[in-house]
């Protein structure tokens, strides 16, 4: 069956964090560290806690990957320590993230290739483990016009990789599983969840670091018009 649908994560998939963001609350309490760095950290730190030995499978089981253990991993990558100075800017950010979202970055070829894809006919379905915000921070940042569907697990309070959340992105858009294939930057929640509802999975692979993963990999979303021709 042709694809028609393409599901795609939210963070490391079309938005990233706000590293210069990151950059300046840490410079306010006297911890220097440039925003470049803590970006080329990121996919380091993401694929460190993909090889967890625990996978979470709903929202309300303890995530290994929560806000302080990612951002102190992604300090301790760039050679930072996570003092009480840092951990000040860190609960700043945190307070930003729960009201605003921190991952409100845009890539140049997020929209092109989002335009692109619906150019193609596909339909566009968000599904992303956040915390209710994602909606609110695609009208803010502008990429609202560009999706068909949003799913936030937050509002659903399933969290990938529990194919149910895939299940309503399914409903809600009026997709078929064997239509759908799913784009997402983590192998243990969008690849594992995606093979259980039944869609086919796609995996960002950014930083060249999952040569042994047994799917389709794409280094951004730029390349996902190609890929899906090949499909």
């Not at 210069?20 to 730190?45: F, I, W, Y």
């Not at 339909?123 to 016009?145: A, E, M």
């Not at 995606?194 to 979303?221: K, M, Q, T």
């Amino acid at each position: 069956m042709p694809i028609n649908t393409i599901f795609l994560d939210a963070g490391g998939t079309i938005v990233w964090p706000n590293w210069q963001r990151v950059s300046t609350a840490l410079a306010a309490e006297g911890v220097n560290v440039d925003a470049t760095v803590l970006a080329a950290v990121d996919p380091h730190v993401r694929r460190s806690f993909d090889m967890a030995p625990v996978i979470p499978t709903a929202t309300n089981q303890r995530r290994d990957w929560s806000y302080w253990q990612y951002f102190e991993a992604i300090l301790g990558r760039s050679g930072i320590e996570a003092d009480t100075a840092a951990r000040r800017a860190l609960s700043v950010l945190e307070q930003y993230h729960r009201t605003t979202n921190l991952w409100e970055t845009i890539p140049a070829f997020v929209p092109e290739t989002l335009a692109e894809l619906r150019r193609l006919g596909y339909k566009l379905v968000v599904v992303s483990n956040s915390n209710g915000t994602v909606r609110q921070t695609f009208d803010r940042i502008g990429l609202s016009g560009l999706i068909d569907v949003v799913i936030d697990s937050g509002d659903e309070r399933i969290e990938k990789p529990d194919p149910r959340l895939f299940e309503i992105a399914l409903e809600r858009a009026g997709a078929t599983a064997a239509a759908t294939v799913h784009v997402g930057d983590f192998y243990c929640f969008d690849v594992i969840g995606a093979r259980a509802a039944g869609l086919l999975p796609v995996l960002i692979d950014e930083a060249n670091l999952y040569a042994d993963a047994d799917c389709h990999r794409v280094a951004s979303i730029a390349e996902l018009p190609r890929l899906l021709e090949r499909i």
